[in-house]
Each structure stands twice: as C-alpha cells, then as structure tokens.
C-alpha cells in the first residue's frame, strides 16, 4: 500500500450521521451558534487519488445539499480540497494540506463581505467510526483564528 497519503481519507468512506455546530456571524465577535443534523455519503474516486461526499444539511432556516471533491496529488503529497454549496453551486477556494500526527490541516486563501481571509480545515479525533471536522477563519492572515463551523460525524454503515 502507499504511504504517501494518498490513503489519508481512506477512513471517511460510507455513510455518516453529522452533528453540526455553526457560528452564526463570522469574524463579527458573534458567540451564537446553531446546531442541527445532517447526513454526509463519502466515496472514493480516480481509483482513489481522491474522493468526493454527498452532503445534506438541516439547516434551522431550511435543508441544503452540498458536496466536497478532495484530490491528491502524489508529486507534492498533498490534498486539495473544494467545497460546493448546492444553493449557490459553484466551486469555492480550495484549500491545501495534509495529515500529520493524526491530524489533517488544510488552508486557503477565500473572502467574506470583500474582505481577504484565510480559511483553515483541520480533521481530527479521527477513529474507524468517528471523526471531527473544523473550520475556522482569519482575517490577520493567521494570527488569530475563529472557528465558525465543527462537523462530529458517527457513522451510519
């Protein structure tokens, strides 16, 4: 098998319960947060140089669908990664990373309300039928971070 990371995402096929936990305003000194369920179907694909999850979110406002493509690239052993959001499909800034120790950290560079930020993921406390998915924002380019967003997945099958 490859040790290269390619296999880094390996643990995420199936089906999944997610518990979100989302920051209502983002870099606006907001402590408020919603909470509410959703469903996530992760496979592999290009013969698993990458994967991409089928994502149902039940939003307090309304239910939303949404996908994440993650693809490898062996040369430089990173992933990189896209979110689609199905209201607005289109693909956002990816972000760039890897696995460490456990971890997986991935960031990019995106906007919010015109103003430049930096986006961080990090996957963590991952085991074969759990795992924590986060994301927070900088608008200092990475002095300070506030995490707006934290997925707990439990998986289904």
């Known amino acids: 098998m490859q ?4 296999h880094d995402f ?3 096929f199936g089906q999944w319960a997610v518990d ?6 983002r870099l606006a000194g907001c402590d408020r ?20 999850d089928d994502n149902r979110l039940e939003l307090p406002g309304g239910t939303y669908e949404a996908a994440t493509i993650r693809l490898f690239a062996p040369e430089t052993a990173n992933w990189s990664i896209w979110w689609v959001d199905g209201r ?3 693909l956002e800034p990816p972000v760039h990373g890897r696995f460490a120790d456990g971890v997986g950290t991935f960031f990019g560079d995106d906007t919010l309300d015109g103003r430049a930020i930096r986006v961080r993921f990090r996957w963590h406390t991952v085991t074969a039928h759990s795992a ?3 994301q927070a924002f900088s608008d200092d380019d ?5 995490t707006n967003w934290i997925m707990r997945f439990s998986r289904r099958a």
Request: aromatic residues 14%.
């Open 3 to 6: 040790t290269d990371g390619r």
């Open 88 to 90: 607005r499909p289109r």
């Open 20 to 25: 979100h936990s989302r920051l209502r305003e």
């Open 10 to 12: 390996d643990f995420f």
């Open 142 to 146: 990475g002095g300070s971070w506030e």
């Open 33 to 52: 947060w919603d909470a509410f369920a959703g469903t996530c179907d992760t496979r592999p694909i290009i013969g698993g140089l990458g994967n991409v």
């Open 132 to 134: 924590t998915w986060e």
